[in-house]
């Protein structure tokens, strides 16, 4: 796991106030995995819709990746090059 997933990852975690195990940190490949990590573990459990448009400004504004890039299928490190 690169140094930019860990920041992602750490960003995460200090937006909604969980930890994520690194063994379900490794498992999680797509936007849509961070993102329905994020609506069944937050507490309390956050809207999915305000958590997609958080994830996805967090990404585009930390990662500089462009916003029509960012779906739901699109993986992490091979389709957005965060490392």
Not at 13 to 38: C, N, T, W
């Amino acid at each position: 796991m690169g140094l930019d997933v860990v920041e992602l990852l750490m960003n995460i975690e200090a937006k909604y106030g969980f930890e994520i195990p690194d063994g379900e940190a490794r498992q999680m490949r797509s936007v849509g995995d961070l993102h329905a990590y994020i609506v069944a573990h937050g507490s309390p459990r956050p809207d999915p819709d305000v958590a997609w448009t958080w994830l996805s400004e967090m990404i585009e504004q930390e990662f500089g990746v462009e916003r029509e890039r960012i779906t739901p299928e699109a993986w992490v490190v091979r389709d957005l090059g965060i490392n």
